[in-house]
């Protein structure tokens, strides 16, 4: 008696909490409202990027050297640093360039590794590291970047006014946007730093026979602040302080540099000019708008800090901007503009992605009031926005950004969420009409029914998503928020179609009249006896004809594979991207006079194009949208014989083409306007998507002599551009410059009394202005630094070396000078502009973009005689592919392994739910079917293999499954209620024919807007589309002919009714 009625308070128990879960709508509305609520505010609140900023622990080390040659900052700064670096834990790769003044050297650890572990682990080997410098080396400078670490916005200032006041307002805006906690740093381009100028005039030094030597120890001697303790007078205790430090222009200009014989002071001023001036130009910034005439200015290019949300502090940098105009330190006559804003286009694709998952929901919808009642399509239709809602808010609380993937990843999952809606709605009007139930017995049944089936295909299609989160790499992290964004959307679907749905149904589906049979039920169920009479007549007929279809499938399935053999593979196709850099490089000896003459045609030409918003013109410096991966952080990117471009397109609507196809055009444009120039090369950077906006085609050559790497890169690149397709080819190194090599006579300098330290020093204070200082300015003001250079007539006012070695004098202790041609021999060499190295070895990187051909099928030409070279290189020289071929390997190795995973999850679950492992083989048959659609369609329309296609696979393998598993479960019922195999088979197919092609349609309407949008997510689209449209289609006539193959007849019985799920 006792457990008869525990068992029934258990039932009662059970039941209360059925009701309350699935009828009653307390709980229902709190969920609503908790869903709406939270997913506005998420929405409002999430930090908002066009793609995801990858915290991939990446940095750059720059370390100073003045005045130190190339190869000289190759043996002493990098090789130490690299030494101390290599074998670092997680380090993925180690390059640098060496050049004259600086080592540059980029760290990139694994993905995977913690960004603050790496950090720390890097900051400890370069103090080890550093140990080794020469002391005249500055401290290390480590910068973490991104990876794509281009500006977020970019302003010019420009206007009339003096030379020292511009750049001393430029400097106090750089300070305070630097001071904000988002800024990492700001780029400034034309920008010409204020600075104390001594420069000394050889005459005078001749006359009074005063060592320049001489003139830059007292500077350095007398330029000195110090403490010099406390002094305690019984009284109090003072403290000392030595105040010589110069901070006013008189007092430099009147510092005692030497006594003559005659005991006259000879002070700064008699042997130098002393001021206060702009430091030499070294590179200028013209823009121009709407075709109008370049302006010239200083471009200042803010760029953020890893994990700030782009959008606020673009806006906080306005505001800051606009409230700076109104301070007493902005002076009249200063304008600003706006020339480029990362957040307008992060506007501009938020709303094309925006807009094209509300036409895919509208879209659904319209198919879901033909495939239900308006009331039941109300209702599965609103279930879709609030799912997104739901999936806005548990991504916010942890801490991911609003991105394009998470979008893509919710139109991803639209089509797969539609199915459980439609399911229980259709349930529920079973119940309701059909059956005659009320609605709290509709709701509990509906609930009964379709619960676990719905449960087992929701299952399977986010256990084929969810190993997507596993690829490695920066690719696999890049899209690693689409799978996330998909499989939250799945869990809470189902959550919703059962908890929301159902309950709040009653508000619509309570008092509703009994329809009559639609237009489209009257159809789909005449398409369905049609169809299974059909199968019964043909694909069912024997177990003979079953296997010929089966047969029949696998031998189109093994064909499709050969023809998608025959695609070429990339790792992503071309997006649409309005930025655009174009980089002008002249001979390696150009003045910056000659770069301008070229700039000012080219810039005549671009500034005209109808398709540009606007054009900035950088003479002197590459773009900075030119430098858009961490490689190109280590090369020449500012150097007198250097023009950039950066060139913004019109929005997509008002113009012809995508972006990148313009590069052609302009391509002819420039080589036609600087036909006459001898030596010039143009290179164009297009921004077309994807996660990194590196050159795709990169081969790397290393050997211990840059000579012969460089003999072998001018042998290679002749042949790389013979391919049709191939278009910028160059390496990293660049043209070799002119080196005058000097050579110091050891005796010559004994002779003369000069010691070999003065005379480097002597011929160094004649040919640079090096700092040797820092003049002070009061408050927390920066100080200036001091530079010191010699005054050569025949430069006129231009600051540098005479223009003939004829006119460097040396001093001897004595006072005698001495011409510097009788101390030196010297030797005109071609040297490298810098010294590049790959994992620690020196290395070329030969780089090349590609248009109309893929990086595999160049690299398929290329190998048979690159391979033939090798054999005759020396030992120690090597080639390797880098780039697209480097990350593809690692991407699709990754992303494969992940489908194979998926597969067998998917299989586990499958044999555990339908305790068979014959059932589960029929179940992923469904795969080869699907594909035979996706390889075929690539194969008509020519579409490359590419990663996103990848993840449209790996997507679709979770949708036809589920498609194949509500038909076995409907064949399983049938056979359970007695009826015989074949006719089982046919009624399963049939009677699953009108859901399976409204789940098919749903999908393919939602991702067909994306696909048509951009063509960076095409692939990825029409594979699901492709595939789906072959499976939907076969599989109603190969996956009951399987079924037959793997199952034993049934001794035929009284067949009773069996209501299958819908």
Not at 530 to 557: D, I, K, N, T, Y
Not at 584 to 612: C, D, H, K, M
């Amino acid at each position: 008696m006792a457990v008869r009625y525990a068992l029934s308070e258990r039932l009662m128990i059970k039941g209360r909490l059925a009701y309350k879960l699935f009828v009653d709508k307390v709980i229902s509305t709190l969920l609503l409202a908790i869903l709406l609520v939270g997913g506005i505010l998420a929405y409002s609140g999430m930090l908002k990027e066009n793609y995801p900023d990858l915290e991939i622990p990446q940095a750059i080390i720059t370390v100073e050297w003045p005045g130190a040659a190339a190869e000289q900052v190759e043996k002493e700064v990098t090789k130490p640093l690299e030494d101390a670096l290599n074998g670092l834990q997680g380090l993925k790769k180690l390059q640098s360039g060496s050049q004259f003044s600086y080592a540059v050297i980029a760290v990139e650890f694994k993905s995977d590794e913690p960004m603050s572990e790496a950090m720390q682990r890097l900051r400890a080997k370069v103090d080890e590291g550093k140990a080794e410098f020469p002391g005249a080396v500055k401290t290390p400078l480590i910068e973490q970047v991104s990876v794509n670490d281009t500006p977020v916005i970019e302003f010019m200032l420009y206007g009339s006014l003096d030379d020292t006041g511009f750049s001393q307002v430029v400097k106090t805006i750089e300070k305070r946007l630097e001071a904000m906690s988002g800024v990492k740093k700001v780029d400034k381009g034309g920008y010409r730093e204020t600075v104390v100028h001594v420069r000394m005039l050889p005459d005078r030094l001749r006359s009074l026979k005063i060592s320049p030597s001489l003139v830059r120890q007292r500077i350095e001697e007398a330029n000195l602040d110090t403490s010099w303790g406390e002094y305690d007078d019984g009284n109090r205790i003072h403290r000392l302080y030595l105040a010589g430090r110069f901070d006013d222009i008189k007092t430099l200009q009147q510092l005692p540099v030497a006594r003559l014989s005659d005991n006259r002071l000879v002070r700064l001023e008699e042997v130098a000019l002393v001021y206060k001036g702009l430091d030499k130009v070294k590179s200028e910034t013209y823009f121009s708008e709407l075709g109008e005439p370049f302006t010239q200015g200083v471009s200042l290019g803010v760029k953020k800090r890893p994990g700030v949300d782009t959008i606020t502090l673009i806006n906080e940098v306005k505001t800051a901007m606009a409230d700076y105009q109104t301070q007493g330190f902005w002076p009249e006559g200063l304008k600003v503009q706006i020339i480029s804003d990362e957040s307008a286009l992060i506007d501009e694709s938020f709303a094309n992605v925006f807009g094209n998952i509300w036409q895919a929901m509208l879209a659904v919808f319209i198919i879901l009031m033909v495939l239900l009642t308006w009331r039941e399509a109300l209702i599965a239709g609103a279930a879709i926005p609030l799912t997104f809602l739901g999936a806005l808010m548990i991504l916010g609380l942890f801490g991911y950004t609003l991105n394009t993937m998470m979008i893509i990843g919710m139109v991803l999952a639209l089509g797969m969420l539609v199915d459980v809606f439609i399911l229980v709605m259709e349930g529920m009007h079973d119940n309701l009409y059909s059956k005659r139930l009320r609605f709290q017995d509709a709701a509990l049944a509906t609930v009964k029914t379709y619960a676990m089936p719905a449960f087992s295909g929701q299952l399977t299609t986010i256990l084929a998503m969810a190993p997507m989160m596993a690829i490695g790499g920066v690719d696999g992290k890049f899209i690693r928020l689409i799978p996330i964004t998909a499989v939250l959307c799945l869990v809470l679907s189902y959550l919703i179609a059962f908890l929301i749905c159902i309950p709040l149904s009653q508000y619509l589906l309570r008092n509703a009249k009994e329809t009559q049979m639609s237009t489209v039920d009257t159809l789909t169920q005449a398409a369905g006896q049609a169809l299974q009479r059909w199968l019964g007549r043909f694909a069912l007929r024997s177990r003979r004809q079953s296997g010929a279809w089966v047969a029949g499938s696998m031998l189109v399935w093994v064909i499709s594979i050969g023809l998608m053999s025959t695609l070429p593979s990339l790792l992503y196709p071309k997006g649409d991207g309005r930025n655009l850099a174009i980089t002008i490089e002249l001979g390696p000896n150009a003045t910056l006079a000659q770069s301008r003459a070229v700039a000012e045609r080219a810039g005549e030409y671009l500034a005209t194009r109808p398709y540009f918003e606007n054009v900035t013109m950088y003479v002197g410096k590459k773009s900075p949208r030119a430098i858009s991966s961490i490689s190109d952080q280590l090369l020449l990117n500012e150097n007198p014989n250097l023009v950039g471009f950066s060139a913004l397109f019109v929005p997509k609507h008002a113009r012809e083409q995508l972006a990148y196809e313009y590069v052609p055009e302009l391509r002819t444009g420039l080589n036609e306007a600087l036909a006459d120039v001898a030596g010039v090369t143009v290179l164009f950077t297009p921004e077309v998507g994807g996660s990194s906006n590196d050159d795709p085609l990169q081969i790397v050559l290393s050997g211990p002599d840059m000579a012969q790497l460089s003999a072998y890169a001018s042998e290679l690149q002749p042949q790389l551009a013979t391919i049709n397709g191939v278009t910028d080819v160059r390496n990293n190194l660049g043209a070799w410059q002119s080196q005058v090599r000097l050579t110091a006579d050891r005796e010559a300098l004994n002779f003369h009394g000069i010691t070999e330290q003065d005379f480097a020093s002597q011929l160094r204070l004649a040919m640079e202005a090096d700092e040797y200082g820092k003049f002070k300015l009061a408050g927390t003001e920066d100080d200036l630094k001091i530079r010191l250079s010699t005054y050569w007539e025949s430069r006129d006012e231009d600051i540098g070396g005479p223009k003939s070695h004829a006119e460097i004098s040396l001093f001897t202790p004595s006072g005698e000078l001495v011409p510097g041609g009788n101390l030196v021999e010297y030797e005109i060499d071609a040297v490298p502009p810098l010294y590049t190295h790959a994992q620690t070895q020196r290395a070329i990187t030969i780089k090349a973009k590609v248009d109309g051909i893929t990086v595999g099928e160049v690299i398929s030409q290329l190998e048979p005689q690159l391979s033939a070279w090798q054999q005759n290189w020396p030992e120690g020289y090597h080639y390797n592919y880098a780039g697209e071929a480097e990350n593809a390997e690692e991407t699709y190795g990754s992303a494969g392994i992940v489908f194979v995973l998926a597969i067998m999850m998917v299989f586990a679950v499958l044999t555990l739910a339908l305790g068979s492992f014959k059932q589960p083989l029929v179940v992923l048959f469904t795969i080869p079917l699907a594909l035979i659609g996706t390889f075929t369609g690539f194969w008509v329309f020519q579409i490359p293999f590419s990663f996103p296609a990848m993840i449209g696979l790996i997507a679709l393998v979770g949708i036809v499954v589920n498609n194949a598993i509500v038909m076995l479960d409907t064949i399983n019922g049938h056979i359970k209620a007695g009826v015989v195999l074949r006719e089982a088979c046919a009624r399963g197919a049939a009677e699953r024919l009108r859901p399976i092609i409204g789940t098919s349609i749903t999908t393919i309407v939602g991702l067909v807007p994306l696909g048509l949008s951009d063509p960076t997510w095409f692939p990825l689209c029409f594979a699901i589309i492709f595939g789906l449209l072959a499976s939907t289609l076969v599989a109603m006539i190969v996956i009951p002919a399987m079924y037959m193959l793997v199952s034993r007849p049934v001794t035929e019985k009284p067949a009773q009714h069996y209501v299958g799920t819908n």
